[in-house]
């Protein structure tokens, strides 16, 4: 198979004034416009997790990229979706399933601005959309600092809670930080999902694992040249090596 990239993205909207920590994670509604639209006229089908294992398979032959969404930002729903809907593509954001209608409580230790993540009723608009969604745990845990125990809590009750509440089958996973240990890759897969996304960079290629994909970031920075050599060219496997 053709190596398939799947994009990473956090928020889609105006990055907070310069200076504030972590503005990187903010993509503008413009630029993912462009993003997806440029995808669109190249032939490529943007596709959810769910979607685009065939492909990583190597059951199904195509022009596809995974679109993932971390957190669950209700900026995901306010502005990603649309622009999603109009080029038919689908999606997969991962959810705190603790933490729905809360905020990323977890980032504020490191002075990272608050913001809103969506409630139930706002997942359930989402999947109505056409997309997807995604276990990112029970509270966005350091799964390589809890004990198994809680590990174990917060991935498979994750996925219950998520599947009863949202009357689905949550199938996706998303490791907090791309933080794992090799215990927590045989709870996963215990757990009933069926793939699992890290945040170590690079396509995924014909062989990998469905419990360790790879992904490429987009960030604030990532004007849409860059963002054509992540996707058509090999730059982003100079990282498999590592
Ligand atoms: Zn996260």
């Given at each position: 198979m053709r190596p398939i990239p799947i994009l990473t993205y956090h928020q889609i909207a105006q990055a907070p004034a310069?200076?504030?920590?972590?503005?990187?994670?903010y993509v503008s509604l413009s630029a993912f416009a462009l993003q997806m639209q440029t995808l669109s006229l190249l032939g490529y089908q943007g596709l959810s997790m769910t979607a685009l294992m065939p492909y990583l398979q190597g059951k199904k032959k195509g022009k596809v990229v995974g679109i993932t969404f971390d957190d669950g930002y209700v900026n995901n729903l306010e502005n990603a979706s649309e622009v999603l809907k109009k080029f038919h593509f689908s999606s997969t954001c991962y959810v705190v399933s603790e933490l729905l209608g809360r905020t990323?409580?977890?980032d504020h230790a490191l002075g990272i601005a608050s913001a809103p993540l969506m409630d139930l009723k706002q997942l359930q608009q989402w999947i109505t959309s056409g997309q997807e969604i995604g276990s990112?745990?029970?509270?966005?845990?350091d799964l390589t600092s809890t004990d198994t125990q809680t590990s174990q809590s917060e991935i498979l009750n994750s996925r219950i809670s998520l599947s009863q509440q949202l009357n689905t089958n949550i199938q996706q996973f998303c490791y907090p930080y791309g933080r794992y240990a090799p215990e927590h890759i045989d709870i996963v897969r215990a757990a009933g999902y069926v793939a699992a996304t890290t945040t170590a960079r690079g396509k995924v290629h014909a062989g990998d694992s469905a419990f360790e994909l790879r992904r490429i970031p987009v960030v604030r920075s990532t004007a849409l040249p860059q963002f054509l050599i992540k996707i058509l060219s090999s730059y982003e496997d100079r990282y498999r090596s590592a």
């Open positions: 310069r200076g504030a920590p972590m503005r990187s994670l990323n409580v977890w990112h745990t029970q509270h966005h845990v």
